[in-house]
């Protein structure tokens, strides 16, 4: 095993080590059905903690590359090769229900409004001031920031634009992608995802969802050239995309002037030790769309969302649709600007994450 250990690094060993283990899994050196060594013996070998390598085996586990069995170990249950050839056989047949916002999770109000008056104070007429087509600098370079230390997304802060929330900007991809097309959407999927794209004047397929994904018999079949998924959580069924199937999707892509929309709503509060990697990150910023909102994590009357485009696709948004005005407040941009900027939205987050995982503690004893 080749798994040293940086001490210098800013990053910590866990991390270090579950990184050096997806890639070493990824490219096959740990194959599928192949059985990790053991916590004592990767110890041994690397000089850290078996709590340590614990730590790194749980996120392997979260994120579908590994497996833990009771009494056996832990087994590599990723396969570069999962897709074409085969899909699961397991149908939807369970649909999730939609839970409404729980007190718990809400955005502190006071938190807020202090934040707010602070706006207030601080910017003065300013925000009176019509806002930059694609968003206000503050906003778009603090989500730059939140987007690098949260999700692995590193990007230039002009790949990000701003809209008022997920509807309007589906109808801004399709100015950026084109009429022409056909988009792929997930079969059940959130109903508005497919209004909008109708109404923009496309045809959609929708394919069905199996438990781990789209189904790759009808992902291999479609004629679409763009493919709107959520593979955090789907609505309303609740399925995540796999390790597995997120390759595949990546896989899919990478055919000649295919797309990716990775709509990753709610991501946020996942109740695993680290948020999934995104698409967007797994595909090196080629052709992956990445789509979020404040709906869940803050309000949804705060109407606004963002987009993380590639770079190739920045010129083609400029000429298409640079002209068209951002739809959101200058003042609400610069509320959750200060909000990211200042910390109290990772803070909401984790405080979130935590109480998710003590509820589910709770109820399982």
Known sequence: ??????????????VQL????????VKGIYG????????????????ISTITIEHAYALLCDEGYIESRERSGFFVI?????????????????????????????FPFSVLTKTMRRVLNDYGETILEKSPNYGCTELREALRQYLARNRSIYVETEQIIIGSGAEYLYSLIVGI????????LESPSYEKIEQVYRTAGVNCDLLPLGSDGIDSFALNKTKATVLHISPYRSFPTGITASASKRYEYIRWAKAADRFIVEDDFESE??????PEETLFALSEDRNVIYLNTFSKTISPSLRVGYMVLPKHLISRF?????????????????????????????????RVRRAKRKKLTSESL
């Open 1 to 14: 095993m080749n798994l040293n250990i940086d001490r210098n690094s800013k990053l910590p060993a866990y």
């Open 18 to 25: 579950y990184n050096r283990l997806k890639e070493d899994i």
């Open 32 to 47: 599928y059905g192949s059985k990790l060594p053991s916590k004592r013996l990767m110890a041994t070998e690397t000089g």
């Open 78 to 106: 990723f396969r570069s090769d999962d897709g074409f050839a085969s899909s699961p056989k397991e149908s939807v047949s369970h649909i999730a229900h939609h839970n409404s916002r729980n007190s718990a999770f809400e």
């Open 177 to 184: 992608l084109g009429r022409e097309r056909i988009y792929a």
């Open 269 to 274: 509060f996942t109740l695993a030790s680290k």
């Open 318 to 350: 400029s000429d298409a649709l640079g002209f068209f005005s951002c739809t959101v407040p200058t003042f609400e941009q610069f509320v959750l600007a200060e909000l990211i900027s200042g910390g109290d939205f990772e803070r909401h987050i984790n």
